[in-house]
T-cell receptor
Framework: DAMVIQNPRYQVTQFGKPVTLSCSQT?????MYWYQQKSSQAPKLLFH???????NEADTPDNFQSRRPNTSFCFLDIRSPGLGDAAMYLCATSRDSGVGSDTQYFGPGTRLTVL | GQNIDQPTEMTATEGAIVQINCTYQ??????LFWYQQHAGEAPTFLSYNVLDGLEEKGRFSSFLSRSKGYSYLLLKELQMKDSASYLCAVMDSNYQLIWGAGTKLIIKP
């Protein structure tokens, strides 16, 4: 089945220790998104890629970086995690980004705990 | 600024009907999405509306009024597994999804 996969599902890191979260997709979608979601809050868009074109949201902290080495994979790097970065990180894909009806499909998420 | 408003929490009884409202103020409109999110899991797509009116999909229906900036999600014949958060999201003129904080729906036997 075509899907969006995230690894790991649960990640524990120490304050200030770099961490990388990964996402892969078998949908062959052009667009990949990274969201941060804290409890009972709306998902917050961090970045998205249209193919290899990177789009950073204006309020995404510099502590967050992303890489998309190919169509299928996308990584979220948190260079120095703080306690406030503990959250669920959601990867999503869509076929296109300029079409209103284009649905975003989400992976299962990675829950990050910062000790 | 852009804004999506939904009730924080609602409670309903198994077998009943519930309506979850969403109002929005966005810069442009390219459609409205409803997603279901169970606790600790990712959002899953439920419906998309871009024209006024009601879209029915099994037990779930979604309504849109663009002139009022208003949508609702109607859930019929509620089941315990429908206990989840329901997120409303609007695609703005830049094709960015603007998300609401979600409505937590609690189903009681």
């Amino acid at each position: 089945d075509a899907m969006v996969i995230q690894n790991p599902r649960y990640q524990v890191t120490q304050f200030g220790k770099p961490v990388t979260l990964s996402c892969s997709q078998t949908l062959n979608h052009n667009v990949m998104y990274w969201y941060q979601q804290k409890s009972s809050q709306a998902p917050k868009l961090l970045f998205h890629y249209y193919d290899k074109d990177f789009n950073n949201e204006a309020d995404t902290p510099d502590n967050f970086q992303s890489r998309r080495p190919n169509t299928s994979f996308c990584f979220l790097d948190i260079r120095s995690p703080g306690l406030g970065d503990a959250a669920m990180y959601l990867c999503a894909t869509s076929r296109d980004s300029g079409v209103g009806s284009d649905t975003q499909y989400f992976g299962p998420g990675t829950r990050l705990t910062v000790l | 600024g852009q804004n999506i408003d939904q009730p924080t929490e609602m409670t309903a009884t198994e077998g009943a009907i519930v309506q979850i409202n969403c109002t929005y103020q966005t810069s442009g409109f390219n459609g409205l999405f409803w997603y279901q999110q169970h606790a600790g899991e990712a959002p899953t797509f439920l419906s998309y509306n871009v024209l006024d009116g009601l879209e029915e999909k099994g037990r779930f229906s979604s309504f849109l009024s663009r002139s009022k900036g208003y949508s609702y999600l109607l859930l019929k014949e509620l089941q315990m597994k429908d206990s989840a958060s329901y997120l409303c999201a609007v695609m703005d003129s830049n094709y960015q999804l603007i998300w609401g904080a979600g409505t937590k729906l609690i189903i009681k036997p």
